[in-house]
Nanobody, 126 residues
Framework: QVQLVESGGGLVEAGGSLRLSCTASGRTSSSYAMGWFRQAPGKEREFVAVISVSTGNRYYADSVNGRFTISRDNAKTTVYLQMNSLKPEDTAVYYC???????????????????WGQGTQVTVSS
């Protein structure tokens, strides 16, 4: 089992920045893909970004590419989502997820993940 705990959410004005963290514990592995998803009220959960824990390769949703950056620490147990130039439409609950083994990062935007965090609220005011 793997436990994921997100932190770093909050309220920020449009144009501002936030950094989310996701710390993994338990039976972690470098063969994981770690992703960020978000769900706004009344909408379906959507993919935001994913990173290969072993290689550091990344893939982003078009809606955040160029504004958000996903990264991991050297211990490979914490994944970050740096969010810049935030917009009101970025308001959502952000979830961290882990996938054991994967083929391509692009596929990880739609394929199921094994573990999920509890989510952290991000609110961007206009």
């Amino acid at each position: 089992q793997v436990q994921l705990v997100e932190s770093g959410g909050g309220l920020v004005e449009a144009g501002g920045s936030l950094r989310l963290s996701c710390t993994a514990s338990g039976r972690t592995s470098s063969s994981y893909a770690m992703g960020w998803f978000r769900q706004a009220p009344g909408k379906e959960r959507e993919f935001v970004a994913v990173i290969s824990v072993s290689t550091g390769n990344r893939y982003y949703a078009d809606s955040v590419n160029g504004r958000f950056t996903i990264s991991r620490d050297n211990a490979k147990t914490t994944v970050y989502l740096q969010m810049n130039s935030l917009k009101p439409e970025d308001t959502a609950v952000y979830y961290c997820a882990a996938r054991v083994g994967f083929t391509t990062l692009q596929r990880m935007s739609t394929e199921p993940y094994n573990y999920w965090g509890q989510g952290t609220q991000v609110t961007v005011s206009s």
